[in-house]
């Protein structure tokens, strides 16, 4: 059975720090990229970053960058969004997102977790 759990979201202030832990069931972590999605309240779900499978590289979008650091550990099946200098914006609730390198259009959700950033 393939299960996507996110956890580790809640309330911070302006400027805290939360990480965001995405554990896997069910199919090997290795042959996926993970990435990391948001949804704000009235808006579309947006892409935060990525780490691929091979050898670990990230890209993050420009809104992002310096602040929101992606991890992986394939023995444990969890990949990590480490969040710093939390903004307001970025209250929404977040997604992990599997997308297997093997089979093309195979990829697996979580059910999102919510991080609220008072201002």
């Known amino acids: 059975q393939v299960q996507v759990v996110e956890s580790g979201g809640g309330l911070v202030q302006h400027g805290g720090s939360l990480t965001l832990s995405c554990v896997t069931s069910?199919?090997?972590?290795?042959?996926?990229?993970i990435g990391w999605f948001r949804q704000a309240p009235g808006k579309e779900r947006e892409g935060v970053g990525c780490i691929s499978s091979s050898d670990n590289r990230t890209n993050y979008v420009g809104s992002v960058r310096g602040r929101l650091t992606i991890s992986r550990d394939n023995a444990k099946n969890t990949a990590y969004l480490q969040m710093n200098s939390l903004k307001p914006e970025d209250t929404a609730v977040y997604y992990c997102?599997?997308?297997?390198?093997?089979?093309?259009?195979?990829?697996?959700w979580g059910q999102g977790t919510q991080v609220t950033v008072s201002s």
């Open positions: 069910g199919f090997t972590l290795d042959y996926h990229t």
């Open positions: 997102n599997a997308q297997s390198l093997v089979f093309r259009g195979r990829d697996f």
